[in-house]
């Protein structure tokens, strides 16, 4: 165990405030924008309801039925009939039990629940927007949750959601067991019902060897490793356990393996690495495309790519001089500065400050636009391309465990992709030119940038072309198996913001080989 003495004004483990809290990807406005009027078998009928009724027979009669306030429902001929509080998969064979009462025989009935009752519900509380939210009784917890703008990420707690109905607590909510078991209460919420995020409790930070990192909660003073873990799930290959959290007033780290370590006491604001821990002999790298062998091949560690290449029987129809060599740790690196980017543009839209209130308007629109392209840019995910052409050096170059090297068929066409209105695969044709692909492809659309695009080389990189040149037939530039990226046009009033999302959408063309856009 090493501990040392920190100053006061440095006691705090900070090391997972950079991580997402475990559940937050709940509020991204799958809930909200799916509202729930259908019904199970367990359904109980309640206020508001509406039943379709059919009878049939010696007598007839079709309406849509709606559940008064005393909970029945009015048949003529049958008087009312209380139908609050019966489940959904008795309601037909109690409804034709009282029919009969009056019909003896000869006469059939059908019901159906055609919708639930309209209600609005309180969302307070941790919550980003508190206030009173319409939905149906059948709709869940989440759907206003989600209608509310989600949990404070600083301040909700996923484990206290208490639901309220005349100020008494009527269910209380863990999401963690939504989360991990997919358990959610089977609730009908009334009129005036409310919804209550509790403050947020003790968390742990998790990262490392684990299927999800992040920041955790848990009920309690403290907690233990192995409890934890049961969220956080460790990756098969974790063995050992760093473990930094501040106990009395000191900080304190240890490194122990992982059975060991699953007794330890966590304190809230614990930060916890799991590692893979363990002597490296050999890597395996997978290989792909047109050779002629294995799939995957295991190496010493230290092997080179040469080394790799020398095992490699290419087919007759393999391009061996456009090899492409993926790799994890670059596709993370590339994420993490396309992050950065993405954080200091949405920074920048956001705290723009209008001069008059024409300007104030236009900031809110760009604004609008910006923060619908940075959340879809969010959610790319780069290929990890390590460019391996024009350098003599390359087969000098490390390989790392989980590679994998695609050796591509020897193309014969040129694609065209992105702000066109056919995109396509063309036949390489070296007498065309740019605009000749262009024009094969149905032309720019009405969103295309049409001063720039890109060529994306097989070999991983890129040509950026100017308009000037788009009738040239940029001979030994335009190559067959090239990708042509026909860009979005970006439409904002500042010159700042669109050189920023120019720049960010050219960066994720080239790390992911698509055109997001615009």
């Not at 066109?420 to 692909?437: A, C, G, I, K, W």
Request: aromatic share 8%; net charge negative.
């Amino acid at each position: 165990m090493d501990t040392q003495q920190l100053e006061k004004d440095r006691l705090q483990v900070a090391a997972g405030e950079h991580l997402p809290v475990f559940g937050e990807s709940l509020f991204k406005g799958a809930f909200k924008d799916q509202p729930f009027s259908g019904f199970n078998g367990g359904y109980r009928v309640t206020v508001g309801d509406e039943i379709a009724l059919q009878l049939w027979g010696a007598y007839s009669f079709n309406a849509v039925l709606t559940v008064d306030a005393q909970g029945n429902i009015f048949i003529p001929e049958v008087g009312p009939v209380h139908v609050a509080g019966v489940e959904n998969g008795e309601l037909n064979s109690f409804i034709l039990r009282h029919v009969k009462r009056v019909f003896k025989s000869n006469v059939q009935a059908y019901a159906n629940l055609e919708a639930s009752q309209p209600v609005k519900v309180f969302v307070t509380g941790f919550v980003e927007s508190p206030g009173l939210y319409p939905g149906f009784s059948s709709d869940s917890v989440l759907y206003y949750l989600d209608s509310a703008g989600g949990i404070s990420r600083e301040s909700g707690s996923y484990i206290d959601v208490k639901v309220l109905r005349q100020g008494k607590e009527l269910q209380r909510v863990n999401l963690y067991r939504f989360l991990v078991e997919g358990q959610m209460p089977a609730l009908q919420l009334r009129n005036g019902d409310s919804i209550v995020v509790g403050p947020r409790q003790g968390y742990i930070s998790f990262e490392g060897a684990v299927q999800e990192s992040g920041q955790i909660e848990f009920v309690g003073p403290s907690t233990h490793l192995g409890e934890m873990l049961l969220v956080a799930k460790p990756d098969p290959q974790a063995n050992f356990a760093r473990i930094t959290q501040i106990i009395d007033s000191e900080q304190q780290a240890s490194y122990l393996p992982l059975e060991h370590a699953l007794s330890t006491s966590l304190y809230p604001g614990a930060h916890v690495e799991l590692v893979s821990d363990s002597e490296v002999s050999s890597i395996s790298v997978r290989v792909s495309g047109e050779v002629s062998g294995p799939a995957a091949y295991v190496l010493p560690y230290g092997a080179t790519l040469q080394d790799l290449l020398d095992k490699l029987r290419y087919r007759d129809n393999a391009d061996p001089f456009a090899l492409q060599l993926y790799r994890r740790s670059v596709a993370k690196k590339q994420k993490v500065a396309l992050e950065r980017s993405l954080d200091a543009l949405e920074m920048e839209a956001l705290t723009r400050q209008p001069t008059t209130t024409a300007d104030q308007a236009s900031i809110k629109d760009t604004a609008s636009m910006i923060q619908n392209f940075i959340s879809k840019a969010r959610s790319v995910r780069p290929r990890g391309q390590v460019v391996l052409a024009n350098n003599a050096n390359a087969g000098q170059m490390l390989l790392e465990d989980g590679d994998s090297l695609i050796v591509p068929l020897r193309s014969s066409t040129v694609s065209v992709v992105g702000e066109v209105v056919f995109p396509t695969s063309l036949v390489f044709n070296e007498r065309h030119t740019l605009e000749d692909y262009i024009e094969l492809a149905g032309g720019f659309s009405n969103n295309a940038n049409t001063d720039e695009l890109v060529v994306l080389h097989m070999d991983g990189t890129i040509s950026r072309i100017k308009a000037r040149k788009f009738n040239n037939r940029l001979k030994g530039v335009l190559r067959p198996g090239d990708e042509i990226m026909i860009m979005p046009e970006i439409r904002a009033s500042e010159l700042q913001v669109t050189k920023d999302v120019t720049e960010i959408l050219y960066r994720i063309a080239v790390g992911t080989a698509a055109v997001l856009s615009f």
